[in-house]
């Protein structure tokens, strides 16, 4: 699920929870949201503004009174430009503004005036969340459409136990993404293959194909971004599963093919290990002892993960990689033919092996686009906007 583009308004309220608005707020940021934080009196005694200013890298709004727009209306205009307003931590007294419609702040303002969904995850001593008053205002708020995220059961501040915690930030982002992010690859099925592949020639070696897996793995994670469900199949790498995204760990060209055609059918296939084009015709059962002869290996070729999935009747829409060392277009176009791919994207592998930053140029039939060095995740979202836009 992607947050990329949307604008939030992160409302912050007066209780310790607000320790982990910062936190929540940093995690917006980085799932792509455009973030602007509004704070109330009483959460700028827990947490100071310039701690969210820092974070969302915007002014925190604070007080009706100094928003210094020439006609005073920033206040609405905010409300206006967002397509979400998250208060979090909610606090009991927020809850019962709310439900009243007060607008005596200006969390409360934003939040009366909007024209967006309104999400809230509410932080209290349990005896308060218990209250009679407090169910009241809940099932107004129900009533009025407002989205309840929480709370959670656990240890309070005050060092009681029960229900009223607010949900831990990543708990907060997993819900606004299942409710609010629809990415253009929502309920599309997108399969990834990513890193080397190893192929045995005796048990302690074997060949394998240079490749940290950095590239697929920030295409998976940014078709998950995009609301896709993502399943990974991957070679052996240091890297951790991008949340939310299924593994399937294998090591051969052979478990890779398998696992890919187990996993079908998929809307999406993107290829992006760097499957070895050989393997030894059969790996010896027992360690090969160093002889002065030297070694011949005898080598037969892999099956072509991609071609076959791109040739099959119910392909999914497939994407290969192509890293060249030379005269990238040329090859690039030849392979996107030879596989009978729609996208293509290539890049040379010199300036992008092992690597966090790439140069990538996409092929497809309307031609070539090209993606300007940018590190893998920003070209990952970039290559998963231009393929939606295929698929439509
Ligand atoms: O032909 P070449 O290996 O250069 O093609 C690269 C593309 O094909 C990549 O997308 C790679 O993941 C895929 N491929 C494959 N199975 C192979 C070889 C390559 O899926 N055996």
């Not at 996993?263 to 290829?271: G, H, K, N, Q, T």
């Not at 071609?307 to 060249?324: I, K, L, M, Q, Y």
Request: charged fraction near 20%; include cysteine.
């Amino acid at each position: 699920m992607s947050l990329t583009g949307r604008t939030i308004i992160l409302g912050v309220t007066g209780g310790i929870a607000a320790y982990k608005a910062a936190e929540l707020c940093r995690l917006l940021v980085k799932a792509g949201a455009d973030v602007r934080v509004a704070m109330t009196e009483a959460a700028c005694r827990f947490v100071t503004p310039l701690t969210f200013q820092a974070l969302s890298g915007k002014p925190v709004l604070t007080s009706l009174w100094a928003d210094g727009s020439p006609d005073g209306m920033a206040h609405i205009q905010a409300s206006r430009d967002a397509d979400l307003i998250l208060v979090a931590p909610a606090s009991a007294d927020f809850l019962a503004r709310l439900a009243h419609g007060r607008a005596d702040d200006l969390l409360a303002t934003l939040c009366l005036a909007r024209a967006c969904p309104l999400a809230v995850a509410p932080a209290m001593n349990r005896a308060m969340w218990a209250a009679p008053a407090t169910r009241r205002n809940l099932a107004q708020l129900a009533a009025d459409g407002v989205h309840l995220l929480g709370p959670a059961a656990g240890e309070q501040a005050c060092g009681e136990v029960g229900l009223g915690r607010m949900l831990e930030p990543a708990e907060i982002l997993a819900s606004l993404a299942d409710r609010f992010g629809r990415g253009p690859l929502a309920g599309k099925r997108v399969l990834v293959t990513a890193g080397p592949t190893f192929e045995p020639i005796d048990p302690v070696r074997g060949l394998t194909n240079r490749s940290s897996g950095k590239m697929g793995y920030a295409v998976a994670a940014a078709a998950r971004e995009a609301g896709a469900e993502v399943t990974l199949v991957s070679g052996s790498t240091c890297l951790p599963t991008p949340a939310d995204v299924r593994r399937i760990d294998v090591e051969t060209a052979a478990e890779m093919r398998a696992a890919v055609l187990a996993e079908l059918p998929s809307d999406v296939f993107i290829a992006v290990a760097a499957v070895a084009d050989y393997r030894p015709d059969a790996a010896a059962a027992h360690k090969l002892k160093k002889s002065e002869a030297g070694l011949k290996l005898d080598l037969v070729p892999n099956p072509d993960i991609l071609a076959e999935v791109a040739a099959r009747p119910d392909a999914p829409f497939c994407v290969g990689f192509a890293a060249e060392t030379e005269r990238l277009a040329e090859h690039a176009e030849a392979k996107r033919r030879r596989k009978k791919l729609p996208l293509l994207v290539g890049n040379l592998a010199q300036d992008t092996l092992g690597q966090d930053t790439a140069e990538l140029v996409l092929f497809d039939d309307a031609g070539r686009h090209s993606l300007p060095r940018a590190d893998k995740q920003t070209q990952a979202r970039a290559l998963i906007r231009h393929l939606a836009t295929l698929l439509d």
